[in-house]
């Protein structure tokens, strides 16, 4: 029976590898049956004081292979000269992908954390290395670290191009209870969105919170371009974000996602308050080819046609 047992969970390991400065491989064998994990570098950059690496981590099983890729951001602790990291997965298309997995202290605990990206510090754990010291002090502070380096890692990300509409998936936005240890990553990367140019837009371009209008729905940033925004808003800078998905569409499935874009946004621009803002001034400096799309637009809602006759 235990042979079974440890056959079961040497197939089952969950990135052994991956924290680990000198071990870059384990195998394992059986009779009939073999079997790897090993990581390969892809990429290693020095950032201000954040450590940057790209992985493929590699797992054979009897000759089936699973491959993961994952960015890899690291510091080292002030008081000891220990290493903390956070790492985000990718898809085949390299696009940032939600992943949850328990806290790792060089390997995994039994301590879930409900984010979407992965964690490790040299925390100080239970006796069973299951969970962690909850009030011990320095644990309260990895955490404190580790919040403020997902925070960080976000000007990387945007860098990389990688944060886009979809970058909710992947970040808290509901708001935890204040007891949740995990609570300080929810307001870290909030303050990340509130107060730095990381707000997506469109073409891979970015804008700050005072620059950032979100429409109700994803056709008004089709018919109105960043440009006619900036001149009905008078702000020379503004940009429509977060334009895959409008306020509606996300309001009618969570809620929570609407009211936390709402909160990071200057405003969410409805078409009645766009199509109020044009005047004759406007008019004349468009072209014939996009107002036959603005009257194209107006036929398919009728609803808008008594705010515009004028």
């Excluded at 306020?247 to 405003?267: C, G, Q, V």
Aim: hydrophobic share 35%.
């Amino acid at each position: 029976r235990a042979y079974e047992e440890i056959l079961e969970k040497l197939k089952r390991l969950i990135f052994p590898t991956l924290f680990l400065s000198k071990l870059e491989k384990i195998s394992w064998s059986t009779f009939n049956e073999s079997g790897s994990y090993g990581k390969e570098l892809l990429e290693s950059n020095l950032i201000q004081d954040i450590k940057f690496e790209s992985f493929k981590l590699i797992q054979d099983n009897n000759q089936n292979q699973i491959v993961e890729k994952i960015i890899l951001f690291s510091r080292s602790a002030n008081d000891k000269n220990l290493e903390y990291s956070i790492g985000f997965f990718q898809d085949e298309n390299l696009n940032l992908k939600p992943k949850q997995l328990p806290v790792f202290c060089y390997f995994p605990t039994k301590e879930n954390t409900n984010l979407n990206f992965i964690l490790n510090a040299p925390f100080l754990l239970t006796d069973s290395r299951e969970g962690l010291k909850r009030s011990e002090k320095h644990n309260i502070k990895m955490i404190e670290y580790l919040s403020q380096l997902s925070a960080d890692s976000l000007l990387i990300l945007r860098d990389l191009k990688l944060i886009n509409s979809d970058i909710f998936k992947v970040i808290p936005y509901k708001k935890p209870e204040e007891t949740d240890l995990f609570a300080p990553f929810y307001y870290k990367l909030k303050d990340k969105f509130e107060f730095e140019k990381i707000i997506p837009s469109d073409h891979d371009t970015y804008t700050t919170k005072a620059n950032a209008y979100w429409a109700s729905a994803p056709n008004l940033p089709e018919l109105f371009s960043n440009e006619q925004l900036s001149m009905l808003m008078k702000n020379e800078n503004a940009k429509w974000v977060f334009t895959k998905y409008g306020y509606n569409n996300i309001m009618n499935a969570d809620s929570e996602l609407a009211y936390y874009i709402n909160s990071i946004t200057k405003s969410t621009v409805l078409p009645k308050n766009i199509l109020g803002l044009i005047n004759e001034n406007f008019i004349e400096n468009q072209s014939i080819d996009w107002l036959h799309r603005l009257y194209e637009y107006l036929s398919e809602n009728k609803s808008y046609q008594d705010d515009v006759r004028t």
